[in-house]
């Protein structure tokens, strides 16, 4: 089992910058694929950016790309967003994600955090 706990969401306006933070705890963080996806009301979760277990490869959707960086530090068990010219539709509730296969969707991830709310005001 993996615990995971994200923080750093907030408010911020059209430009600026956030960066979530996503902690876990209980199996061995450094084994798994780790993920970003975001939900903004009456849409679907979507996929946002991921990370390899070594940190090596990472991927992002064309949606952010240039825009948001996806990394980890394994020896602090975290795995970071950073998020630059943010836009009003940036505006979503953040989650966290992990998983043992590399995938952009969300059926392919058991464990989830509880999500943090990112607003991006116009």
């Known amino acids: 089992q993996v615990q995971l706990v994200e923080s750093g969401g907030g408010l911020v306006q059209t430009g600026g910058s956030l960066r979530l933070s996503c902690t876990a705890s209980?199996?061995?963080?450094?084994?798994?694929?780790m993920a970003w996806f975001r939900q903004a009301p009456g849409k679907e979760r979507e996929f946002v950016a991921a990370i390899r277990r070594s940190g090596d490869d990472t991927y992002s959707a064309d949606s952010v790309k240039g825009r948001f960086t996806v990394s980890r530090d394994n020896a602090k068990n975290t795995v970071y967003l950073q998020m630059n010219s943010l836009e009003p539709e940036d505006t979503a509730v953040y989650y966290c994600?992990?998983?043992?296969?590399?995938?952009?969707?969300?059926?392919?991830?058991?464990?989830w955090g509880q999500g943090t709310q990112v607003t991006v005001s116009s």
């Open positions: 994600a992990a998983s043992q296969v590399v995938s952009a969707t969300t059926r392919e991830y058991p464990y």
């Open positions: 209980g199996r061995t963080f450094s084994i798994y694929f």
